[in-house]
């Protein structure tokens, strides 16, 4: 169903195929950035924290770092506070696909304002979905992320297909049924807008399609390179090692 096509591809940000599938990174643990640039690792009880002075704490305990590995753990943290941010990033994009579809079919079809409860539930859904990476005022990538976006997160994307599809197919039945009864559309006509929107929508998937894939490449590129990182800043300080967040 065209609805469906336009809306999943709009969404690709939750898709497997964007995520898991491409990607061989693991997160081991979760990982936390607070808005004055403090990077924390929860494990369990133990907790690993790096302030925004660059300074390490492990379960409390400041360590005495020399200046190569001072130098190493400035660079890891800049890369992380590059990173979260940019997964938001992408998610907003996904969003924005979603909602320029839904535009391409409200100016097809001259029904400014009939797809508004659409755009709203996109919104809401976008919403929903930037809250994941939320706790509190810390941006948050939860340990298993890449795996939670092939299950949990597949699974709540399936939900939201079905919710929008209605919303979508009530929206069009509206919008065409006042003009049919208005007499500003007969059948044929009908015809011929459904067929011109949908070379529209296809051309616009395949834009959208690419730049997301090459937006998804781009982060676990970004994920690969912290992971080396981290490799090199675990045998500088061995006593990080016990606190992975990105592996491969």
Partial sequence: MLSKKI???GMLV???????????????????LTPT????????????????????????????????QKLAIEKYQQQVASYMPSVIDFADKGIAAANDFVNEIENSFDAEGSFDSVKNKIDEYGVTAKQKFYKGKDLVLEHDFFKE?????????????QSLDKE??????????DKMQNGELNFSE????????????????????????????E????????????????????????????TI
């Fill in 7 to 9: 809306i999943a591809l």
């Fill in 14 to 32: 939750v898709t497997s195929n964007t995520w898991a599938a491409m990607c061989p990174v693991t997160v081991e643990n979760d990982l936390l």
């Fill in 37 to 68: 640039g403090e990077v924390k690792v929860d494990k369990a009880q133990d907790k690993l924290r790096i302030d925004q002075n660059g300074r390490v704490f492990v379960n409390g305990d400041e360590l005495d770092l020399t200046q190569e």
């Fill in 149 to 161: 976006v092939d299950t949990t997160w597949k699974s709540d994307f399936e939900v939201m297909i």
């Fill in 168 to 177: 979508l197919f009530a929206s069009v039945f509206n919008s065409l049924s």
């Fill in 190 to 217: 009908l015809q011929q807008q459904f067929s011109e929107v949908q070379t529209s929508i296809k051309a616009k998937m395949s834009e959208h399609s690419k730049e997301i894939k090459e937006d998804a490449q």
């Fill in 219 to 246: 982060l676990c590129d970004s994920a690969k390179e912290i992971a080396e990182e981290e490799k090199t800043l675990h045998q500088l300080i061995p006593e990080l090692q016990p606190y992975p967040v990105f």
